[in-house]
């Protein structure tokens, strides 16, 4: 009988004691967790339990902790890219729109026929910019809209190529450059949105036209389309940021772009599963889309 009694009161006296140190573990634990809310700290919970409870507990709260961390850092980081995107628009805008406001009160002014025309001609080319930056704004809101569904439709990329080419005719006299393309296939059928393969060419041409020379080489090899030109004298680009927003190279040289043109090239790829990159050989940089 009193053997028994020793045996039962051992076992109270155990469980008593894990009782004890699991209270122990949840008090540490809870201690933690109220400094890292009073604090913001990024510590992980830890303790050095004998129970696999504890530590499951344990690996459970830092995991939870991990999820509001990068979710706080996502939404700060778009709250950034908002207030940058802003900034952006603000200032791309208004630098046109400045310089329209000088040339309409210089027209006001001015009593010769020829200068006003002058005038009015500078007018139209700020406009065209304005309209070019705000398709820009939009094209890089779609893209990053998630919600955003892309349609798709069967194109000859060489007939569209061709097509948004013959539209940068004046451009390519008032430069002096001259575009040569090949292609060895044709047509080139691919399933891809029109309205996106349109601004994609025509970024690229623009790029090249922006910073180029000479010739403008664009290629089409198997499942390669390869733009490639010289550089400018004095133009200087990294291939690895070309593809960054806002990247614009030399930013005393082109003051009325937003620097958006071949982010929005790498986006329009990477919609249609396709990829893009760049390299520089000297003054030759080229541009290869690979269309999967």
């Known amino acids: 009988m009193m053997a028994g009694i020793w045996i039962l009161g051992c076992l109270c006296l155990i469980c008593l004691l894990f009782l004890l140190v699991l209270l122990h573990d949840l008090k540490a634990i809870n201690g933690q ?77 001015v009593v010769d026929e020829d200068e006003k025309k002058k005038y009015l001609s500078i007018i139209s080319y700020r406009l065209e910019t304005l309209k070019t930056i705000l398709e820009d704004w939009f094209m890089h809101s779609r893209l990053n809209d998630q919600a955003y ?35 060895t296939q044709d047509p080139w059928i691919v399933e891809a949105n029109q309205e996106m393969m349109i601004r994609l060419f025509q970024n690229l041409i623009s790029n090249a036209l922006k910073h180029g020379q000479g010739k403008l080489m664009i290629t089409q090899a198997g499942t390669t389309l390869t733009f490639a030109n010289a550089l400018e004298e004095g133009v200087q680009l990294d291939p690895e940021r070309l593809f960054d927003r806002f990247y614009k190279g030399d930013r005393s040289r082109h003051q009325d772009s937003t620097g958006l043109g071949l982010s929005i090239v790498k986006k329009v790829a990477e919609v249609h599963g396709w990829t893009i990159r760049a390299d520089l050989q000297g003054r030759i940089l080229s541009i290869r889309l690979d269309i999967g």
């Open 149 to 183: 569904v892309i349609v798709k439709e069967k194109l000859d990329l060489n007939a569209l190529i061709c097509q948004v080419l013959a539209s940068y005719y004046e451009e390519f006299e008032q430069k002096g450059m001259e575009p040569v393309s090949t292609f």
């Open 33 to 109: 967790l109220k400094y890292k809310n009073q604090q913001h700290s990024h510590f992980e919970v830890y303790v050095q339990s004998p129970f696999r409870q504890i530590k499951q507990l344990q690996q459970h709260i830092n995991a939870l902790y991990e999820d509001i961390w990068l979710t706080e850092e996502k939404a700060q980081k778009k709250e950034r890219e908002m207030q940058t995107l802003m900034s952006g628009i603000s200032h791309d805008i208004r630098t046109p729109l400045t310089s329209m406001q000088g040339y309409l009160e210089l027209i006001e002014e």
